[in-house]
């Protein structure tokens, strides 16, 4: 690790662009705070993945850390649509905000289609291409090559080549860096412990920027495609952009510090440290969702002659925590009327909570549980 060479700066025209080293090759880890830190990550993520394993129902939550994902995600690129807004649907989110909430259903989109896709593609860069078609598809990108690497150069920070932060690779050396970076994450020849191989390949991807657009939310949602395939976690529950996004300058700072004094032992110790709280908070997220379900069902049969609908209409707020009476009418299969009668006292049972102010059209919100997702960060 100490002689690692992140890359050379190459001179263009009116500007230096990186060229990084390729990844697949032999590493030797000798640092005892790294090995120190890979401990405890792998501790942590142990421990939350067995957690995962003993949630019933765990698919019911998991759409939950995927929106809560989605919302942080694209808030490091500077979209401001929250976790009730991305549960919304379009129609009801204001004209001013579309454009972000498009975004943050299409990482949505992208995270859930990856995820099913691995059951019949590896991690590849088949599956790159894929998931960034579908994470630009429709919205301010929709322009910048969906699904395709770019052919043209690119810069990060500032408003021209002539002043950015950092200048990526030339486009013409794309396909040999990802085809280094493809061998490198499936590579038999080469060991490199899993957390450090996803966090170097990580830096990697986001350093190679092939894309035009979409390179940090693509990047970000490669960590949990890569723990997933590898079986590191049997289901998709950690995700470090909400991390990312409470220590965004550390997160650019180290991701720039790589490039320019090949520091990659601090790179690495911000990306285990980042897995060590989030998996530790994921536990804590788990042991807070069982207890409101295990206390609301409890005061449900306590206190509501309508305790079977109720809970029905419950475990489906698990899943996506925003309904309506049509949406409940629907659910369990009942008139309108009936409906509204439960919503009524599912209010007072202090369930939903109201968000709309209106008359007409009125949406409710399952608070409890979407604050716990918004709690876990403290």
């Not at 129902?57 to 939950?64: G, K, P, R, T, V």
């Not at 598809?137 to 929709?142: E, I, T």
């Amino acid at each position: 690790m100490k002689q690692f060479k992140a890359g050379h700066w190459i001179k263009q025209k009116d500007y230096k662009s990186f060229q990084p080293e390729f990844i697949h090759r032999f590493w030797l880890i000798d640092d005892m705070e790294v090995l120190k830190l890979l401990s405890q990550a792998d501790r942590q993520l142990g421990r939350l993945d067995m957690f995962s394993e003993h949630v019933p129902n765990i698919d019911m939550f998991i759409s939950m850390h995927v929106v809560k994902e989605a919302t942080q995600s694209n808030k490091i690129e500077g979209t401001q649509t929250n976790i009730e807004e991305a549960l919304m649907s379009r129609e009801d989110i204001d004209l001013d905000k579309r454009d972000d909430w498009d975004e943050v259903i299409n990482y949505i989109s992208a995270m859930n289609q990856a995820i099913q896709s691995l059951e019949k593609v590896p991690f590849s860069t088949r599956l790159i291409k894929q998931t960034h078609q579908t994470l630009l598809q429709g919205v301010r990108g929709k322009h910048k090559l969906p699904g395709e690497f770019r052919r043209s150069q690119n810069w990060i920070g500032g408003a021209t080549l002539n002043d950015a932060t950092f200048i990526p690779p030339v486009s013409a050396s794309i396909g040999e860096l990802m085809g280094d970076l493809e061998n490198f994450v499936h590579s038999e020849e080469y060991y490199l412990p899993d957390l450090l191989k996803v966090a170097l390949m990580h830096y990697q991807f986001e350093t190679i920027h092939p894309f035009l657009d979409g390179n940090g939310r693509v990047g970000r949602l490669l960590i949990t495609l890569y723990l997933v395939e590898k079986g590191i976690l049997k289901q998709p529950v950690l995700y470090l952009s909400d991390f990312f996004e409470q220590h965004r300058d550390l997160y650019y700072d180290n991701l720039m510090r790589v490039r320019t004094h090949d520091d990659i032992k601090q790179w690495f110790k911000f990306f285990l440290t980042g897995v060590i709280e989030t998996a530790r908070k994921g536990v804590e997220t788990f042991d807070r969702i069982l207890l409101l379900k295990s206390q609301l069902e409890k005061d449900v049969n306590e206190k509501s002659k309508r305790s079977a609908q109720i809970i029905k209409v419950l475990d489906s707020l698990y899943k996506r925590p925003i309904t309506n009476a049509q949406m409940i009418a629907e659910l369990i299969d009942t008139s309108l009327v009936t409906a509204y009668k439960i919503v009524e006292e599912m209010e007072r049972l202090k369930i939903l909570r109201e968000i709309t102010g209106e008359k007409r059209g009125k949406m409710y919100l399952f608070h409890d549980y979407i604050r716990l997702f918004k709690d876990d960060r403290q």
